[in-house]
Each structure stands twice: as C-alpha cells, then as structure tokens.
C-alpha cells in the first residue's frame, strides 16, 4: 500500500514543480498584462520648440521588441524638462515576480545629447518604488546610472553594444513587484542649441520574471512533506 504522505507529496510537488522552477522571460508585447505607454514631444528642427513624435520607428511601442536596434520607442518630452513622457509595464501572469531586466538605450555617445529616464518597480501599475536613473551621454559622452538608497533594485551597466547602443542591466533584490515604470527626465533648451531631440530611446527591452515566493514556499512545503512520508515509509 503506497504511504498517503507520499501521495499527498506527489501532488503538490506536481501542481507547483513546473512553475516554481521555470523563469518567464518577457520580450514581446504579449509577453505583458498591460502596456501603457504615455509619450511626452521632441524639439522641432530649430530647436525652438515642442512637437509630436511622429516617426514610426520611434513611437510604436513594439519597436522595442522587433530585435532591430534601428527602431525605438522614444518616452518623449514633457512641457517642462525633466518631466517627460513614461511606459508602464505590467508582466503577465500577474502574479510573478520581476527577477531582472535589460533595457537597450539608443543614444550616439558622441552626439552631446543628454538623456536620462528614472525606472521604478510597483504593484499592478501603482504603488511605486522608485529605484533609480539611466543616464546617456551624459557630460563627457559616458553612460551611466544611480541608485536610490533602498533595498528593492540595483541598476548597472551591461557589456557595451557599439558606440551607439548602451544596455543598462535591472536586478531586483528584494520585493514583489510584477510592473515597471521609465520616465523621462531629459533636460532640453528652446534656444536653437536642442534641436530634434525626443528623450530617452528604448530599442530592445527584455524582463525576467519567476513565480512569486508563496509558490516556492508550497515547493518547499512539498519536499518536507515527501521527506516525512520517506521516513514513515522506513
């Protein structure tokens, strides 16, 4: 007669095995439960003022899935600088985690372009923890970042792609988040000197996701369940 401690261990282990173990890697648009995407302006090209992006490699969300690095989804402007447009990112299942992330910023280190997003984890779209800044081109044609001082992410540099790309590398550590927020905060001028700008360019973006820790917690659950029936077994 089979122990019902190992019958009760089988199935909890098989209900729970497969996801608990298994990461969700999202780098599509059906990869996501929402993708809500605010677009802030450029400057025109004078440089005088602010206008709509209207270019479709540069304001179609999808760009950022395509796999082309010559097509982007640029976050745009704001009517003041620093206040620009933003993307929110909800993952699906909801009920993962956000594990970690890479995000492909398309900014020529050498143009003189100053760009800069913050990122920030939160719960279905809300609920936000803001964790730090990428910056591109920064004084010095250098990429780079800051980190706020919590403890939910940090934010670093991954391996360079050419002088024209620059991946920035998210790693959760703590926190069950299942969304993500960039915003713009750009700075510009209206006097001729920022012309044809339009903010932070994201051209590849990919998240990692796993089950959220009750579900590994049941795995856990399971394999001292198993263990008790191998002892009652012996």
């Known amino acids: 007669m089979k122990s019902p401690f190992l019958a009760i261990a089988l199935v909890v282990m098989g209900a729970v095995g497969s996801a608990a173990n298994a990461d969700v890697v999202h780098n599509t648009v059906d990869a996501f439960d929402i993708i809500n995407a605010s677009q802030g302006k450029k400057t025109n090209d004078a440089g005088t003022a602010l206008v709509p992006i209207v ?17 982007a989804f640029s976050l745009g402007l ?5 206040n620009g447009g933003s993307l929110v990112l909800t ?4 009920t993962n985690v956000i594990a970690s992330g890479s995000l492909v910023e398309w900014t020529n280190l050498n143009s003189g372009h100053q760009e800069s997003a913050t990122v920030s984890l939160g719960v279905d779209g809300g609920s936000w923890e803001e964790i730090g800044t990428l910056k591109n081109t920064q ?14 992410a940090l934010l670093s540099l991954g391996s360079a792609v050419n002088t024209v790309h620059t991946t920035f590398v998210l790693t959760v550590l703590s926190g069950n988040f299942n969304s993500l927020r960039f915003q713009d905060t750009s700075p510009y001028l209206l006097n001729g000197t ?15 996701s796993v089950p959220e ?7 856990g659950a399971a394999l001292l369940v198993l263990g008790a029936a191998r002892r009652f077994k012996a």
């Open 55 to 71: 270019d479709a490699n540069r304001n179609r969300v999808e760009n950022m899935f395509d796999g082309s690095l010559t097509t």
């Open 78 to 82: 704001g009517d003041t600088p620093g």
């Open 91 to 94: 993952i699906k299942p909801t």
């Open 139 to 152: 004084p010095g044609n250098v990429a780079s970042f800051s980190n706020l001082l919590q403890p939910y």
């Open 194 to 208: 920022t012309k044809d700008r339009d903010g932070f360019d994201i051209a590849n973006l990919s998240v990692t």
């Open 213 to 219: 820790p009750t579900a590994l917690a049941l795995a």
